[in-house]
Every structure is written in structure tokens, then in C-alpha cells.
């Protein structure tokens, strides 16, 4: 989505694309002022046993933006995103992350998946793939 684009999420789907209405209700329950964070996102997630992509759907629905990545990579106001290339890496963190890597590309599930294997922030394992310029792409709600 370009800068264009933002605030026209629902386009992002074809016509007649469905979100239950309580899928919706809670999403928008979550929100704030139009914007929901990533964990907020998630709670949703759990809390209804739903796939991530569908809440971010219904996110993008109900035209809201997704504030606050959990991985540092967009929603942090006029910085945009927070996350810094790592000064130390860890060996076995980068060959987790190698061995995921497919194009040049790592999944943000990928990376929750890595930090919880190693018991890491999340924010760690985006931090190494800067360093390592992995671009980390799908998210898991669609936002990139």
C-alpha cells in the first residue's frame, strides 16, 4: 500500500469480501481513535480463534491503521519505524533465520516463530534481519 493509498484499506480486498460482524465489533472494540497496535490486533486473534489475516481484514474494513508493529518495521508516529540493525548477532539465531529466508525475504510468522524458539523479543530476531538486510515480508495481518 502506498502513501496514496493509505486510509483506502478495504480496496485491498475483492468486491464482496465477507468479515463477520463480530469479528468486526471487536476489532472495533480494540481500536483507538481509528488506529489499532499489532498486539491489540493479536489479542483479537486469540481471543476469537481467528486467523491473523482476518482480523487484518476486518482491520482494513472498518478503515483502520495498524499502529505499533510488534517488529519495529512501521507505526511508530513520525519515525515510522523503530527497529536498528543489530550491533551483535547471535550465530544461532542467524542460521533460524537463514534457514527461513527465501529470496532475500523472511515471514513475520517466521520471526515471531524464531523469538519464541529462542526466547527472544521479537524486536531481536527483526534487529538481526537488518543487519543482515532480510527484508521481512508477509506480515501476518496484511499489512506489507
Not at 463480530?22 to 488506529?35: H, I, N, T
Not at 498486539?39 to 482480523?55: D, I, M, S, W, Y
Not at 519515525?79 to 551483535?88: G, M, N, Y
Not at 515480508?137 to 496484511?142: A, E, H, T, V, Y
Request: include cysteine; hydrophobic fraction near 40%; glycine fraction near 6%.
Amino acid at each position: 500500500m502506498t502513501h496514496d493509498d493509505a486510509g483506502h484499506y478495504a480496496a485491498k480486498h475483492p468486491n464482496g469480501a465477507k468479515v463477520s460482524e463480530a469479528l468486526l465489533e471487536a476489532v472495533q472494540k480494540a481500536a483507538y481513535q481509528g488506529k489499532i497496535s499489532c498486539a491489540q490486533a493479536f489479542k483479537v486473534v486469540r481471543t476469537h480463534g481467528v486467523e491473523p489475516l482476518e482480523v487484518g481484514m476486518a482491520v482494513d474494513m472498518l478503515e483502520i491503521k495498524i499502529e505499533r508493529c510488534q517488529l519495529g518495521l512501521f507505526g511508530y508516529g513520525s519515525r515510522k519505524r523503530i527497529v536498528e540493525p543489530a550491533t551483535q548477532i547471535d550465530d544461532t539465531i542467524k542460521e533460524a533465520v537463514e534457514k527461513v529466508c527465501v529470496d532475500g525475504r523472511v515471514s513475520c510468522a517466521a520471526c515471531w516463530d524464531i523469538a519464541a524458539r529462542f526466547s527472544c523479543p521479537k524486536m531481536d530476531v527483526a534487529a538481526l534481519c537488518e543487519a543482515l538486510s532480510i527484508k521481512i515480508s508477509p506480515c501476518q495481518l496484511g499489512s506489507f
